[in-house]
């Protein structure tokens, strides 16, 4: 009678190391079709806005603002599991619970990913920097960067801004490491624009903001815009 033989038991930090990898792995990208992307971009962002109960921003005439309705946020047990999923785009198994970690670019490089943006084109980063660079440096294929005074930006465009003070030079060298914050338009109106951004007050929000009669974005102390990002996959 044969027995089966006995599991050697993996030392204890090989396990760990194990478990790791797999937790930080970091899922495939889905391929899609470049007629497809913009659109679904536009609507990935949408569709966690909504998943996030629809928290949206405005600002009245003297520039006061006004969040209602109020969503999800994401130290809440929803919020909590949504925000997962974007760290896990990232390699990273961090939580909504973890107030302490921004998850604004984990937020863009998930929406992106999912809606079948090549890695190479924009990398799935911790950080607007990270993409931001990639995106830049590919050469204006898919994607091309104006300064915010030079460009009406269109939905599936990023709208990108300065952060904690940070001095940008040049609208398209952005330096290792910068502290910034990119939104996602989706949609245009005459004097408005709304963007849709992750880890804002705590949430996915849509913000209204001002343009001008061109359509470019109005100056903003809340949000120093230094860069518009142009999606040039088909509309």
């Not at 604004?104 to 799935?124: D, K, L, N, Q, R």
Request: glycine share 8%; with cysteine; hydrophobic share 45%.
């Amino acid at each position: 009678m044969s027995h089966a033989r006995p599991l050697r038991k993996l030392p204890l930090l090989l396990l760990l190391v194990m478990l790791s990898g797999c937790a930080a792995a970091m899922p495939p990208r889905p391929l899609a079709p470049p007629e497809t992307v913009r659109a679904s971009i536009i609507r990935l962002a949408e569709q966690e806005w909504a998943a996030f109960n629809g928290q949206t921003i405005r600002f009245d005439a003297l520039g006061r603002e006004i969040i209602a309705p109020v969503g999800f946020w994401e130290d809440e047990r929803r919020g909590d599991a949504l925000v997962a999923k974007y760290w896990r785009a990232v390699g990273s198994d961090w939580r909504g619970f973890d107030v302490d970690k921004p998850w604004s670019a984990a937020f863009i490089s998930w929406v992106m990913a999912e809606a079948g943006v090549p890695a190479e084109e924009m990398p799935p980063s911790a950080t607007h920097a990270g993409y931001l660079r990639a995106a830049i440096a590919a050469g204006g294929g898919k994607w091309r960067a104006h300064p915010p005074e030079d460009y009406a930006p269109r939905p599936g465009d990023l709208i990108c801004a300065t952060r904690a003070g940070q001095k940008i030079e040049r609208f398209d060298v952005i330096p290792v490491g910068a502290t910034l914050h990119c939104d996602i338009v989706v949609l245009t109106g005459v004097g408005r624009l709304w963007s849709i951004g992750g880890n804002v007050r705590n949430s996915v929000s849509r913000t209204e903001r001002q343009i001008d009669a061109a359509g470019r974005l109005a100056r903003d102390d809340v949000r120093p815009w230094f860069l518009v990002l142009e999606n040039r996959y088909p509309r």
